[in-house]
């Protein structure tokens, strides 16, 4: 990934969705443009017209922190999306980003004793290691029930971005499937402005791309996103819908690795559900998926999956 073409990119679309009037201008006549202007945005910023669009052609190395913060107040960007521009500004200085080193193509991950131990001793929820290629690294016991639609029969390791995008199976265990294609796209957007080193992730983006008009055109929006905490809607194809609330943290051993836990609300009838998975995974274990410790599927998926 270019980064001159990230840059220039991001800066465009973002400029592109603030209106005169969101930004409290005038937006008089024989506009030509969407959105504010590079010399309205400029003068938001205090910068030079000439220095903005020096910016938004994608020359943003060496711009300094009040800069990237006035430019960021000007485009009304969140907190995501700041960082993601920090984040571009840090990979054109050539400084690694959150605390990974620079590296083309990511190492074998095999998981330590002690957090397989963790996963397996959350019995109650679904916990599940990620990396920032969306790949399922390790799962626990209901994880693996849980996620059969995704782990599948076996080959290549679990991934929720190729999921998502290639599976048709994915659009009956997501209900909310465009909302959560969005997020899928907008985490994957951030880790490439993270690490634009990472050439996994950019085989990854380059397939997806090629495989799926709805990835492309989403990819091309330059929206970002973290994960952090909410609610997703599941349909499973043993227990039914579930609604479970997710908490996403980090893991400090392995920068750019998060442990996420799905749990329900308890009393509510998705609690009930997940507990009825539990209890069906234990009672067919020769039907519940497993992973080994490369993170690559085993097994077979529960009856009834698809």
């Known amino acids: 990934m270019d980064n001159k073409d990230e840059v220039r990119e991001f800066l465009m679309t973002r400029r592109a969705r603030v209106t005169p009037e969101d930004a409290g201008l005038t937006a008089g006549s024989n506009r030509r443009v969407d959105g504010l202007r ?7 910023a205090g910068v030079s017209v000439e220095y ?22 000007a485009l009304q960007l969140d907190d995501t999306e700041r960082a993601h521009l920090l ?16 590296r083309r193509a990511p190492r074998a991950w095999a998981p330590r004793p002690s957090l397989s131990w963790a996963l397996e001793a ?21 994880g693996r029930a849980f996620y059969s639609p995704v782990i599948g029969d076996g080959g290549r390791a679990p991934n929720l971005a190729r999921f998502q995008f290639l599976d048709p199976a994915a659009r009956d265990f997501y ?16 880790e490439a402005g993270r690490d634009p080193h990472d050439r996994a992730l950019q085989e990854l983006v380059g397939e997806l791309s090629t ?29 039914g819908e579930l609604t479970l609330t997710y908490e996403e943290l980090a893991l400090t ?22 507990c009825l998975l539990a209890s069906w995974a234990a009672e067919h274990p020769s039907e519940a998926v497993d992973t080994s410790g490369s993170g690559s599927p085993a097994g077979r998926r529960p009856a009834g999956g698809r």
């Open 175 to 190: 209900p909310d499937w465009e909302l959560l294609a969005g997020m899928c796209v907008g985490v994957m957007r951030a």
């Open 122 to 142: 959350i019995t109650d929820a679904v916990a599940f290691v990620r990396d920032p290629r969306q790949n399922l690294l390790a799962v626990n016991e209901l």
């Open 38 to 44: 590079r010399s309205e945005v400029a003068a938001l």
């Open 253 to 274: 051993a392995e920068p750019g690795n998060v442990l996420l836990i799905y749990t329900a609300e308890p009393g509510s009838p998705s609690a009930e559900r997940l």
């Open 87 to 102: 984040d571009l500004a840090r990979a054109a200085d050539g400084i690694p980003t959150s605390g990974r080193s620079r």
């Open 211 to 239: 495989r799926s008009e709805t990835f492309r055109r989403l990819w091309a929006a330059h929206d970002v996103r973290t994960h952090g905490a909410g609610t997703k809607r599941f349909q499973h194809p043993v227990v």
């Open 52 to 73: 903005y669009a020096k910016l938004e052609r994608g020359a943003i190395a060496g711009a300094s922190a009040a800069v990237l913060d006035a430019v960021s107040d």
